[in-house]
């Protein structure tokens, strides 16, 4: 039986949560413990990625049409790389996140056998140069909060030097407008956010977006998401 299935069948789930975050799973990851007998495999799991996986595939069935090559940043669990690449078999994935990730997506990806979806390639957003080269696109859920201003900033930094003209970036998560949260929920998040990490919070969406333009990339879409989250698209020109 695939890894995968085992786990569904026969697992405790042990809080294991580096985010802190209680019933903000956005950006949490939870580490499976396989409890059976069979195995002692772990891999951690976000159950906000299986939330949010189908509305974020419905925006990038349409945003990502036209592009062969996709470049996820902070790819976490591998959760979303296995999901997209497996609906969306025109796009070769490419998951992207710090090394320490890279045991459980490895994993996932050994599992699923997608002929489109590559191995995971460290990349701290801060490091340059990135090993990007080309881009058709860029795709990040829930990490410009979790990171730090200045690796906000050194992101676009890097998307310039990588990006394919015409190329796309989306990145998904929650954002504030014109200074104000969009809910009750989300100012309670970057609170939790910021106690466990005070350069972590929910990023203003016109300074993102100032980011995104300095780099020569303009906002082409932002699209309302389930649980006050945002899907925000920005075309190279
Ligand atoms: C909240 S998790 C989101 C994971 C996944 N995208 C999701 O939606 O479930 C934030 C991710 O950002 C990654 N990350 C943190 N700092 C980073 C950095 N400097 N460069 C690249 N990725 C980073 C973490 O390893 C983690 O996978």
């Known amino acids: 039986m695939a890894l995968l299935g085992k786990m569904k069948k026969n697992f405790r789930i042990k809080k294991d949560n580096p985010y802190g975050l209680g019933r ?5 990851h939870w580490r499976l413990t396989m409890s059976q007998q069979t195995t002692n495999s772990e891999l951690s ?19 990502l049409a036209d592009i ?4 996820e940043i902070g790819s976490g669990t591998g959760q979303h790389a296995i999901f997209f690449s497996k609906e969306l078999p025109h796009v070769i994935w490419q998951p992207c996140d710090l090394k320490e990730t890279h045991r459980d997506i490895q994993a996932r990806i050994d599992d699923a ?7 995971p390639i460290e990349l701290d957003v801060n490091v340059f140069p ?4 080309s881009a058709g696109a860029v795709f990040s859920a829930n990490t410009l909060h979790i990171i730090s201003e200045a690796a906000v900033q050194a992101f676009f930094k890097g998307i310039q030097h990588s990006l394919k ?30 106690k466990r990490d005070p350069a972590s919070g929910i990023r203003d969406f016109e300074w993102v977006n100032q980011l995104a333009q300095n780099v020569n990339c303009d906002l082409i879409n932002d699209h309302e998401m389930p649980a006050n989250n945002r899907l925000l698209v ?4």
């Open 45 to 63: 799991f976000s159950p906000a990625s299986e939330r949010n996986k189908m509305p974020i595939l419905e925006v990038l069935k349409a945003e």
């Open 130 to 133: 990135w090993p990007m080269e």
């Open 234 to 237: 920005w075309k190279k020109k």
């Open 113 to 119: 056998q997608l002929s489109n979806l590559k191995p």
């Open 68 to 71: 062969g090559e996709v470049w």
């Open 24 to 28: 903000f799973l956005t950006c949490s």
């Open 165 to 194: 003209k015409s190329g796309k970036i989306c990145v998904y998560g929650p954002f504030k407008y014109g200074g104000s949260f969009t809910s009750d929920s989300n100012e309670r998040f970057d609170e939790q956010l910021k």
